[in-house]
C-alpha cells in the first residue's frame, strides 16, 4: 500500500523528518538554506568532498544528520547552473525530491529555495504538484502486504518549508487540483477493461457532479436515435453497452460559448475480427486515456472553479470479437452523413471520434475542439514516448498548445495535416476507407478525424506513446501517466479564462 501524502507549506523555520535542500553548482544555497545547513556544523561540506558532489543536475547527497540538529537524514539536491527555472523545472525537481523521501520515512521538510533565493508561492505550488505526482501509485489489487510494507508508515507528513506559506497553500489550491485531475486519470487508465467497462466509466465519470459539473449520459438507443453508425458499429460486438457521456462546466459567463475536450474511450481494444496479436493486448485496457484525461481536466477545472465554459464529451466502447462484431467490408453511416467503409476493425478510435466530434460541433458550436487518444502505433513509431502527435487546422490553437506543453511539460510535435494526403483514404465503394495503409498512419487517422470537424478551430493529439506504458519519469512511476490534464488546464487558464 502506499502512503498517504498529508501536504503542507510552512515556514523556513519548520524542520521535520528528511530535510531536502536544493544547491546550484559549487554547493551554493539560497539564503534560507544556508542557515539551515549551518546548523549541521560543516557535515555537509565533508560529506559533499568525501562523494565528489558539487550540485551538478541529477545528482543529490544523502547524510544521516549529526546530533544537534533534529531530523534524521539530509538530502541535498543538485540543481546543476543557476537559471530562472520555469514551472517545468520546477514540477521536475519536486517529483525528484519527492524520489528522495524514503519508503520508511513518515515525515519530510522540503525547503522550498533554489541558489537563487526564495520561491514565489505559485513556484512553491509547482514543487508540491511534481511531488503530488511521484508520490502516486495504483495498488488497489494488491491484496498481499510485502514484508517491508511492515515499515512504511500510513501516512507521510510532507511540508514546503518557504517565505510566505499562507500565499502557498492559496496557489496550492490550483495546483492541488489538478494533481487530483491527474490522479483521477491515470487510476481510470490502470482499471482493468473487466472493471471499467463502459458503463462503470460513465458511472465514474458522471461523480463529477459533486463538483457541479453537470453529466448527461447517453446510451445506444439515444445514440441510434443520433444517427451515430460509426461509434455503435465499433461496440456491436461487445458484452458491454456503449455509452456518450457530455460533462459541462459552467464557470465562465452565461451564453459565451465553451471550449470542448473529446476522449477516445475505447475501454478494452481487442482489435475486433481484426484481432491483435497476443504480446502485449493487455496494455489495450488504456485505449480510453484520451477519455480519462477529459475527465481528470473537467475534475481539475470545476475543483478549482475554473472562470470558462467547458465541454468534456468521451465515447465509451468496447472493440470485441463477436458473432454480432462489425466485419471487415461493412459500411457504416456517421451521425454526419458521411460514409465510411471499415477495411480494418481495428481502426475504431477514429470511428468513435467521427461521431463524437460531429455531435459536439453541432449541438455546442464551441470556440475550439480539442480532442485526444491512443490513436495509432504509427504515432509511436514517430514520436516515441516524449512527445504526443499535434494535428490541427488552427496555427494560434496549435501554437498555443505548443507553449503550454512546453510549461507543464507535457509537450506537443506538431505533424502535418494537408488534402494531399486525403487520396490515401478513398474508398472504392463508401466516401471513405478507415485506414489508408501502413505509411503516415498517423496521418491519415488524423485526415479522416479532420472531415468530422468542418471550420470550428480544432486539434488532435495522439497520445498512444504518451499516454500509456510511458517510460518511468520523475513525476510518474506508475503505468498510466494522466498525460494531457495539465497541458490542457494550462492552454485554458492561459488564453480562455476570464
Ligand atoms: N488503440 C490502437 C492504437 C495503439 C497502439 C494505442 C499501441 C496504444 C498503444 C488503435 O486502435 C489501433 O489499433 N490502431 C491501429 C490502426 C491500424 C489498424 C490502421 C494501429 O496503429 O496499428
Ligand atoms: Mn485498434
Ligand atoms: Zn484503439
Redesign the pocket.
Known sequence: MAAALKLGFTPFTHRRGVLILFCTENLKFGPATRRIAAQLGDTLRRAAAAERFTGKTGSSLDVIAPSGIDVPRVVVIGTGKQTAPTSRDLIKLGGIAMGKVPKTAPAATIVAELGSGALKPDQVANLALGARLRAYSFDRYKTKRKEDDEQKPKTIDLNFACANPSAAAKAWKGRGAVAEGVVLARDLVNEPGNVLFPGEFARRASTLSKLGVVAEVLDVAAMRKLGMGALLGVGQGAGHESKLVVMRWNGGKRGVAPVAFIGKG?CF?S?GLSIKPAQNME??KG?MAGAACVVGLMHALAARRAKVNVVGAIGLVENMPDGKAQRPGDIVTTMSGQTIEII?T????RLVLADVLHYVNKRFKPKFMINLA?????I?VALGQEFAGLFSNDDKLAERLSKAGEATGERVWRMPLTPEYDKMIDSKFADMKN?GGRSG?AITAAQLLARFVDKTPWAHLDI?GTG?GSPQSDTNKSWASGWGVQLLERLVEDHYER
Open positions: 475505447v481494444d482489435g496494455d489495450m485505449d480494418n481495428d481502426a475504431e478510435g491512443t490513436l495509432t502505433g504509427a509511436i485506414t498512419g498512444a500509456l
